[in-house]
């Protein structure tokens, strides 16, 4: 691909010495390169198209492979052994599985290129391997265990992989945060509700609890321990909890509740402790999902089988059957490189919207719209009917919207809602489609959205104002985020979608997004991104979203996220952004490109559409052009985002001191969860070059 003419001053030296010749030969030239690059974007999006179309399900979903990091196959293979079935048939492909995925410095990471492992990942793999029978002498699990140590040990573990630790016998339970059952009887107004925790933390603390209740040890086998763990001793291990804070604290408060509830577990005062237990069983049960998972989501699930198991559920039980089944259920579970990997979550709704919309972006062809009509009876058909978590502080409200995963009715998604609007938009008074119930389907969903807006103006993911910051504060909650409040990039799309139905920025819910949006914009001119890394998305979301709702695209606001985005253009003509950048600022809008960050760089640039940046918007189509093979693109790296790690769920001032002390993370991110989502690479793409087309036609004659 050519190189298109950014800098025009050599040009118009010319001009003026050949009286003027020179230049208009330049700019006959530039013509030229515009067409052929009009040409080779067609070509590029035809290819691209082709390629969707091959991908969709005989059912009429999408679906690519979530990669996240090996801590879920890790904790595969000690829940598989916990529940007495190291005979599994996933088992040998998961222990595969986590030698394929170890880095060359011994560790196991959080995100592709990480610039270090992550001490909790490594100590479950360890763990999981030697529980599968490697001897500690391989030289693989030397390599591990040296960069253990060299990483202070397990001094500094989250919770999560004490339970670990605690359930193979090789962490005291009574060191570990008590997770009473009785948390189940709180009522909803109640700050410790379980229902002010983010859904994703309230379904993993339930099986959890029964777990803390039953403090139950299975331990390696042949009489394992892993000594090598504790190489001064266990009797000179300090298993205390490693910050120790102010004295005059919540913290400090919930620390000292945490000892006064062992010692009541360990002389057996809790009053009411089996119905307690009853009550959460009951939970677990009512909430597993019709395919055999909790949640959507790997720990509800994983901690809901070993739970129902300790209390004396077999694996043949109809329950534990379906969460079992699952493990080899090919939606969940897949295959490569001769090793099994299983899914942290599955995506198909949330990519079969996005594909929707890249192929609407990139206009419809008869074949294309057949495609998008078996997508369209899909999601109707899977329409979440069923009043889930969010009832409970809206319980007049008629269930709606979509889910993110294939059966997952408790949590339906704002974000996965707001998108299915977008594109089932424009079917809502095709009589076709009438007939099949898309407006009432709308409807339902767009009452849901609106009534799920947070009192800030913004929304969370699966919560109404889910921001009880004070939870944060519970030793429990160490890991990624405890909390759901507002984030923009949902928020924005919500905007997109209601203004696809032709909802307008004077209507009070809109109003109220907008200021909630504004109010958030960073001082450079970007957004902080919650579900995607990280300010190039978050932006990516806003501007579509203020342009789509009719909001002043030249006001000084937008202009200076515009500024922003060109100054990030790598030298490729691509963006990229690590995942870094959740702990390091300067990091922001920085890294190697990649196809969906470059696709959301030029969609931001797209929705202003000023013609002076159209070169900028030439370079970056250019980028993603040359890129594609075989109709889409290679992308390695991680650019979805689960957790950042800092716990509230929100963005925080990575200025402040001690802040990688007080989160005991850094760019490695060891308390986030960073996700591959392996269609990003496609749809987002997709979507730029389709916006391009009209933008370049309309610049088409803007000067070089």
Same mark, same amino acid.
């Given at each position: 691909?050519?190189?298109?003419?950014?800098?025009?001053?050599?040009?118009?030296?010319?001009?003026?010495?050949?009286?003027?010749?020179?230049?208009?030969?330049?700019?006959?030239?530039?013509?030229?390169?515009?067409?052929?690059?009009?040409?080779?974007?067609?070509?590029?999006?035809?290819?691209?198209?082709?390629?969707?179309?091959?991908?969709?399900?005989?059912?009429?979903?999408?679906?690519?492979?979530?990669?996240?990091?090996?801590?879920?196959?890790?904790?595969?293979?000690?829940?598989?052994?916990?529940?007495?079935?190291?005979?599994?048939?996933?088992?040998?492909?998961?222990?595969?599985?986590?030698?394929?995925?170890?880095?060359?410095?011994?560790?196991?990471?959080?995100?592709?290129?990480?610039?270090?492992?992550?001490?909790?990942?490594?100590?479950?793999?360890?763990?999981?391997?030697?529980?599968?029978?490697?001897?500690?002498?391989?030289?693989?699990?030397?390599?591990?265990?040296?960069?253990?140590?060299?990483?202070?040990?397990?001094?500094?573990?989250?919770?999560?992989?004490?339970?670990?630790?605690?359930?193979?016998?090789?962490?005291?339970?009574?060191?570990?945060?008590?997770?009473?059952?009785?948390?189940?009887?709180?009522?909803?107004?109640?700050?410790?509700?379980?229902?002010?925790?983010?859904?994703?933390?309230?379904?993993?603390?339930?099986?959890?609890?029964?777990?803390?209740?039953?403090?139950?040890?299975?331990?390696?086998?042949?009489?394992?321990?892993?000594?090598?763990?504790?190489?001064?001793?266990?009797?000179?291990?300090?298993?205390?909890?490693?910050?120790?804070?102010?004295?005059?604290?919540?913290?400090?408060?919930?620390?000292?509740?945490?000892?006064?509830?062992?010692?009541?577990?360990?002389?057996?005062?809790?009053?009411?402790?089996?119905?307690?237990?009853?009550?959460?069983?009951?939970?677990?049960?009512?909430?597993?999902?019709?395919?055999?998972?909790?949640?959507?989501?790997?720990?509800?699930?994983?901690?809901?089988?070993?739970?129902?198991?300790?209390?004396?559920?077999?694996?043949?039980?109809?329950?534990?059957?379906?969460?079992?089944?699952?493990?080899?259920?090919?939606?969940?579970?897949?295959?490569?490189?001769?090793?099994?990997?299983?899914?942290?979550?599955?995506?198909?709704?949330?990519?079969?919207?996005?594909?929707?919309?890249?192929?609407?972006?990139?206009?419809?062809?008869?074949?294309?719209?057949?495609?998008?009509?078996?997508?369209?009876?899909?999601?109707?058909?899977?329409?979440?009917?069923?009043?889930?978590?969010?009832?409970?502080?809206?319980?007049?409200?008629?269930?709606?919207?979509?889910?993110?995963?294939?059966?997952?009715?408790?949590?339906?998604?704002?974000?996965?809602?707001?998108?299915?609007?977008?594109?089932?938009?424009?079917?809502?008074?095709?009589?076709?489609?009438?007939?099949?119930?898309?407006?009432?389907?709308?409807?339902?969903?767009?009452?849901?959205?609106?009534?799920?807006?947070?009192?800030?103006?913004?929304?969370?993911?699966?919560?109404?104002?889910?921001?009880?910051?004070?939870?944060?504060?519970?030793?429990?909650?160490?890991?990624?985020?405890?909390?759901?409040?507002?984030?923009?990039?949902? $928020? #924005?799309?919500?905007?997109?979608? !209601?203004? *696809?139905? =032709?909802?307008?920025?004077?209507? &009070?819910? +809109?109003? %109220?997004? /907008?200021?909630?949006?504004?109010?958030?914009?960073?001082?450079?001119?970007?957004?902080?991104?919650?579900?995607?890394?990280?300010?190039?998305?978050?932006?990516?979301?806003?501007?579509?979203?203020?342009?789509?709702?009719?909001?002043?695209?030249?006001?000084?606001?937008?202009?200076?996220?515009?500024?922003?985005?060109?100054?990030?253009?790598?030298?490729?003509?691509?963006?990229?952004?690590?995942?870094?950048?959740?702990?390091?600022?300067?990091?922001?809008?920085?890294?190697?490109?990649?196809?969906?960050? $470059? #696709?959301?760089?030029?969609?931001? !640039?797209? *929705?202003? =559409?000023?013609?002076?940046?159209? &070169?900028? +918007?030439? %370079?970056? /189509?250019?980028?993603?052009?040359?890129?594609?093979?075989?109709?889409?693109?290679?992308?390695?790296?991680?650019?979805?985002?689960?957790?950042?790690?800092?716990?509230?769920?929100?963005?925080?001032?990575?200025?402040?001191s001690g802040l990688e002390d007080d989160l005991a993370q850094s760019t490695e991110l060891s308390r986030a969860f960073m996700i591959n989502y392996n269609l990003y690479r496609h749809y987002f793409p997709l979507m730029a070059m389709g916006r391009a087309q009209p933008y370049l036609q309309r610049t088409a004659n803007q000067p070089v």
């Amino acid at each position: 691909m050519a190189t298109y003419i950014n800098d025009n001053s050599k040009e118009k030296a010319d001009w003026v010495e050949t009286g003027g010749q020179n230049y208009v030969n330049a700019e006959d030239h530039t013509q030229t390169e515009r067409r052929q690059l009009e040409r080779q974007l067609e070509t590029s999006i035809q290819s691209g198209l082709s390629w969707s179309l091959g991908a969709q399900t005989s059912e009429g979903y999408w679906v690519g492979n979530l990669q996240s990091n090996s801590c879920m196959e890790a904790q595969w293979i000690l829940a598989l052994h916990f529940m007495e079935l190291r005979s599994h048939p996933q088992w040998n492909g998961l222990v595969q599985c986590l030698f394929n995925e170890q880095r060359t410095d011994g560790a196991w990471g959080i995100y592709h290129d990480a610039p270090a492992g992550d001490i909790n990942t490594t100590v479950e793999c360890y763990a999981a391997l030697r529980c599968a029978g490697v001897e500690k002498e391989d030289p693989r699990l030397k390599s591990a265990l040296a960069f253990i140590h060299a990483n202070g040990g397990l001094k500094h573990i989250r919770v999560f992989t004490k339970y670990w630790l605690a359930l193979i016998g090789e962490w005291p339970w009574d060191k570990t945060p008590n997770l009473p059952p009785e948390v189940i009887y709180f009522p909803k107004w109640f700050p410790f509700s379980i229902y002010n925790f983010a859904q994703w933390a309230r379904a993993t603390l339930m099986p959890i609890a029964l777990l803390s209740a039953r403090r139950p040890v299975r331990p390696l086998p042949n009489g394992l321990k892993l000594d090598e763990f504790f190489p001064e001793g266990r009797d000179r291990f300090d298993f205390s909890y490693p910050k120790q804070p102010e004295p005059i604290s919540w913290e400090a408060f919930f620390l000292r509740a945490d000892k006064i509830l062992h010692g009541a577990q360990k002389f057996g005062l809790p009053p009411f402790r089996e119905g307690a237990v009853s009550r959460v069983i009951e939970w677990i049960i009512k909430h597993q999902d019709a395919d055999g998972a909790w949640g959507g989501i790997q720990p509800p699930w994983i901690y809901g089988l070993m739970a129902l198991y300790n209390e004396g559920y077999p694996v043949s039980h109809p329950v534990m059957a379906k969460g079992l089944g699952a493990i080899e259920d090919p939606r969940w579970a897949y295959e490569k490189d001769g090793a099994t990997y299983v899914q942290a979550s599955v995506s198909p709704v949330w990519d079969t919207v996005l594909t929707m919309l890249a192929m609407k972006d990139c206009g419809a062809s008869d074949d294309n719209e057949d495609a998008l009509e078996r997508a369209i009876d899909w999601l109707l058909a899977n329409e979440v009917r069923t009043k889930g978590d969010w009832s409970v502080k809206l319980p007049k409200v008629e269930p709606g919207g979509w889910a993110f995963e294939y059966e997952n009715a408790m949590y339906p998604d704002l974000d996965d809602t707001a998108v299915a609007l977008i594109v089932l938009a424009p079917y809502r008074d095709d009589p076709k489609w009438k007939a099949k119930g898309i407006g009432e389907a709308i409807d339902r969903a767009v009452n849901w959205t609106l009534a799920m807006q947070c009192k800030n103006g913004g929304w969370g993911a699966f919560d109404k104002d889910n921001d009880k910051k004070i939870l944060t504060k519970i030793p429990f909650c160490d890991f990624g985020e405890a909390l759901d409040p507002p984030s923009v990039d949902v $928020t #924005a799309h919500i905007i997109e979608g !209601l203004a *696809a139905l =032709g909802y307008k920025k004077s209507h &009070p819910a +809109i109003a %109220r997004a /907008l200021d909630f949006i504004r109010n958030e914009q960073e001082p450079d001119g970007s957004w902080w991104g919650r579900w995607g890394v990280n300010y190039i998305y978050g932006t990516s979301a806003a501007l579509p979203a203020l342009e789509a709702i009719g909001e002043d695209m030249q006001a000084p606001n937008i202009t200076r996220a515009i500024e922003w985005i060109i100054s990030k253009q790598n030298e490729d003509g691509g963006w990229g952004e690590t995942c870094g950048s959740y702990m390091d600022a300067s990091l922001a809008g920085c890294g190697p490109s990649t196809a969906s960050q $470059t #696709a959301w760089a030029l969609m931001a !640039l797209l *929705a202003v =559409g000023r013609p002076e940046d159209r &070169p900028v +918007i030439e %370079r970056g /189509l250019s980028h993603l052009m040359d890129r594609q093979k075989d109709g889409t693109w290679d992308e390695p790296e991680f650019t979805g985002t689960g957790f950042p790690g800092y716990g509230l769920g929100e963005r925080i001032d990575l200025g402040r001191s001690g802040l990688e002390d007080d989160l005991a993370q850094s760019t490695e991110l060891s308390r986030a969860f960073m996700i591959n989502y392996n269609l990003y690479r496609h749809y987002f793409p997709l979507m730029a070059m389709g916006r391009a087309q009209p933008y370049l036609q309309r610049t088409a004659n803007q000067p070089v």
